[in-house]
């Protein structure tokens, strides 16, 4: 226990020993382990590295490799980048920190986008930030009476200027039709423009989407969700102020 730098140097002995055809979990739970050891020892960009590589191929552990990423400063980021081998390994570091530091989310999701384009994890990370900002914008009179006037007005502020930036980004990803998975991000982009109460820009997305649609049970998953957000755009829109006698 604690002999940290002993694990890593056995681990380096034992693997150079042991070929793997495919790594298994076993691999990527050593790795795991061995990012551990690497945090005890500061060496935070090294572990990070390796927790985006199980983050990456293992989705058994993709949870606890997440939760135990940390990066510290900016020398800690450039150490992990800098091991990267290729761009498919950029694009999953900036993933990660998107996800888990918000103050550099829509410059590290651009990055990750901008290096592998087709990584099915973008739409992840798109989902992730949509429910972050559905949090600051939809809320009801019960939600808002946890904060004062004032605290409500300046959230509103900066969630507005955060959904803006956001709905520009999208755009752009949509436009360049690079992404796994379009229609999603086609239809994420209507869902923004309600959130921004442009419903009228919604309904056009959602109309030209509609015409689109593959046909059978794919499509129809697409359609139901679309048929939700109509429905909240319409409830929305409801003076739930109102007093009503009975």
């Known amino acids: 226990a604690g002999e940290y730098r002993k694990t890593i140097a056995l681990n380096n002995d034992l693997m150079e020993t042991i070929e793997f055809k495919k790594p298994s979990i076993m691999f990527f739970w050593t790795m795991g ?32 490799a997440f939760e135990s990423f940390k990066i510290r400063d900016d020398k800690d980021w450039n150490t992990a980048l800098n091991l990267c081998l290729n761009d498919s390994e950029k694009s999953t570091l900036y993933l990660m920190r998107a996800a888990k530091y918000r103050s550099t989310f829509q410059e590290d ?23 972050y900002l559905e949090k600051k914008l939809l809320r009801t009179p019960n939600t808002d009476r946890r904060f004062n006037l004032e605290t409500r007005s300046q959230k509103e502020r900066v969630a507005a200027e955060e ?19 379009l229609m999603t991000w086609r239809c ?14 919604a309904e056009r997305t959602f109309q030209k989407i509609e015409k689109e649609l593959p046909k059978g049970d794919h499509g129809n998953i697409y359609y139901r969700q679309i048929e939700i957000w109509r429905t909240l755009a319409e409830i929305n829109q409801l003076d739930t102020g109102a007093r009503f006698d009975y």
């Open 188 to 201: 994420m982009d209507g869902y923004l423009e309600i959130m921004a109460k442009d419903l009228y820009a």
């Open 163 to 181: 959904l803006i930036r956001f709905q520009e980004l999208v755009r752009k990803i949509v436009k360049e039709e690079k992404v796994a998975d």
């Open 33 to 64: 382990h061995i990012a551990g050891c690497q945090q005890k020892l500061g060496m935070y960009g090294e572990a990070a590295y390796r927790y985006s590589l199980v983050f990456r191929q293992c989705a058994s552990k993709r949870t606890s």
């Open 109 to 131: 999701m651009l990055a990750a986008y901008e290096a592998e384009p087709t990584n099915p994890q973008l739409t992840l990370l798109l989902a992730n930030y949509v429910q």
